[in-house]
């Protein structure tokens, strides 16, 4: 009976054929991703915010965020994720599932529902009230589908407020008969 075995040259020209296609696919796939060019971070504005809902624990928001695409090329967004922020603290946390596009050289406006967290916020008014200079910021990741998956794209906005422009004296000032409307 007559066996066949394998030699050792077949093996040797099967590895490096197997090897070479691999590395092949991989230049390929790296020139792919350096023909993009590096693109230019989104920018992040908030535009608007409004109260929704206020419990004992948890007071719900709508912001309107504006994100600006400086790139040549339309994005494409599916959902995001945010961190609010009062002077450098974390006080709650918003979502949107929405998928949307931000055009080229062109902006688009989200809502975002943020939840904040009453008790951590509380513990921050008196420090607000008490500076003329409020700082937020909101910081998270716009969700975007690629060939190797979901990518995180970061995002970041720093602010603040100057409330010696407004005259909080109206909404800080004395209890009394003054504020009682005329009979």
């Known amino acids: 009976m007559f066996r066949s075995q394998p030699n050792n040259r077949t093996r040797l020209h099967t590895k490096p054929r197997s090897l070479l296609a691999l ?12 023909s993009m060019g590096s693109l230019e971070p989104l920018e992040v504005t908030l535009t608007h ?5 206020i419990t004992i624990f ?7 965020l504006r994100i600006t695409n400086p790139n040549p090329d339309p994005i494409a967004i599916d959902g995001a994720s945010f961190k609010l922020y009062l002077k450098d603290k974390k006080v709650g946390t918003g979502t949107t599932k929405e998928s949307f596009a931000v055009d080229r050289l062109d902006s688009s406006v989200i809502d975002v529902t943020f939840h904040i967290n009453n008790a951590s916020a509380l513990l921050r008014l008196k420090d607000i009230f008490d500076d003329d200079d409020v700082t937020y910021g909101v910081r998270g990741a716009l969700f975007t589908e690629g060939a190797f998956g979901t990518k995180k794209i970061r995002i970041e906005k720093t602010g603040h407020i100057d409330l010696s422009d407004m005259n909080l004296n109206e909404i800080k000032g004395p209890v009394g008969d003054d504020l009682l409307p005329p009979q």
Do not use: G, R
């Open 58 to 64: 948890e007071t719900s928001l709508v912001a309107k």
């Open 23 to 34: 590395a092949l696919m991989l230049l390929a796939s790296i020139s792919a991703c350096s």
């Open 49 to 53: 915010l409004a109260v929704t809902e």
